[in-house]
């Protein structure tokens, strides 16, 4: 583990001003050594809404690292991405982006549509199989309370997460991926001749604020995490279900307030019991690498929704067909699908991909001894 993982016991300060009924957590933290100087309600489940982009952009940033990504590259839009719901740019199916466009559209303007091509370009051709890395993942770093159903946060009543968590997520990219953090503090963006804003109102106008995202649905209410640096000293703000923007806006500035009054006093950490659970910090410096096998450079290839697929073999048993599931996985890093077809023979294929997608898929199983044959 990192230096930074301390543990601390939270002190008990009244916030005024801001009725409680108006946002349903707050917390406010300092990013360097993972001290939470205040919290209300942060380990409550709370829908996160556009906070899940967050973990989307963790993985993007983390492709990019290990080279499974380029920002010029070119990514293709599904049928499925067109199809999200808005917020979002409104692409085409079968139009391109590159991935910093892709990474600005989510970043500055939430574009629902761009974190599913993300999700799928990333995971496979399925947004479903993306929405499980971000779980493992997220657990990896320590978020005890998340589950991501989507890449976007759009409404599911599974989808959930905590202000703690969504702290935690929050250091986890500024510790990990800081080359990258430049784009949670973008004002504005043009793209095709749009420009976009940032609906981070602390943005160019709280001293010090670099970022980072801003979120809403009807069920989630109004979301916002923000940071501030200060004579080097980085502190989070998160504040989950406010009535209204005004209310996010300005609860997220009263806790940075708070926090850069208490880092200025001082003040005195004592470190309680393990058990306690006020605190945050990244449990692991690169958790995606323990998903190899599922998300590795070697089997890096853009699934892009397609009519194109693969099939590796037909097997008399289910747990036959089960094992070589597990071997196409370990190969490819695809996740194929058991068919049982009307002579009772249970197929293990890959459905849904480009075709440049298909013939690496088939490259890399026939390379590791999978037999098998593109169909379309």
Not at 23 to 42: K, P, T, W
Not at 153 to 166: F, M, W
Not at 339 to 361: I, M, Q
Request: net charge positive; hydrophobic share 40%.
């Amino acid at each position: 583990m990192k230096g930074f993982l301390r543990f601390f016991i939270l002190p008990i300060i009244a916030i005024s001003s801001v009725n409680a009924a108006e946002y349903r957590a707050v917390l406010v933290a300092d990013i360097d050594s993972g001290h939470v100087l205040y919290q209300e309600n942060a380990n409550q489940l709370n829908y996160p809404a556009s906070l899940t982009k967050i973990m989307t952009l963790y993985l993007t940033f983390d492709a990019l690292e290990h080279k499974r990504l380029h920002l010029d590259d070119y990514l293709i839009v599904s049928q499925s991405a067109a199809n999200a719901e808005p917020v979002k740019l409104g692409l085409s199916a079968g139009s391109k982006i590159t991935v910093e466009d892709a990474i600005k559209a989510v970043a500055v303007h939430s574009a629902n549509d761009v974190a599913r091509v993300l999700a799928e370009n990333l995971k496979g051709g399925k947004e479903g199989n993306f929405a499980d890395l971000m779980t493992r993942v997220a657990n990896e770093i320590g978020l005890s309370n998340t589950n991501f159903e989507n890449s976007s946060g759009l409404p599911n009543d599974d989808h959930l997460s905590t202000a703690r968590d969504i702290a935690l997520l929050s250091m986890a990219v500024y510790k990990h991926f800081p080359q990258y953090w430049k784009y949670f503090g973008i004002k504005s963006w043009t793209y095709n001749g749009k420009t976009y804003t940032n609906s981070n109102r602390l943005l160019g106008v709280y001293p010090g604020c670099d970022g980072m995202k801003t979120g809403y649905t009807k069920k989630s209410k109004y979301s916002l995490v923000a940071t501030a640096k200060r004579d080097n000293r980085h502190l989070i703000a998160v504040v989950l279900g406010a009535d209204n923007k005004d209310v996010r806006a300005a609860m997220a500035t009263k806790m940075l307030n708070l926090g850069f009054k208490k880092i200025g006093a001082n003040m005195t950490y004592v470190e309680p019991q393990k058990k306690n659970n006020n605190y945050v910090a990244p449990t692991q410096n690169n958790p995606v690498m323990k998903y190899a096998q599922d998300y590795s450079e070697k089997k890096s290839v853009s699934y892009a929704n397609g009519t194109t697929g693969v099939q590796f073999g037909a097997f008399s048993s289910y747990d036959s067909a089960k094992s070589q599931v597990a071997r196409v996985k370990n190969a490819t890093g695809l996740n194929a699908v058991i068919e049982k077809n009307n002579t009772g023979l249970y197929r293990v294929r890959v459905n849904g991909l480009s075709e440049s997608a298909a013939v690496a898929a088939k490259n890399s199983a026939v390379a590791n001894g999978i037999d098998c044959y593109i169909f379309h």
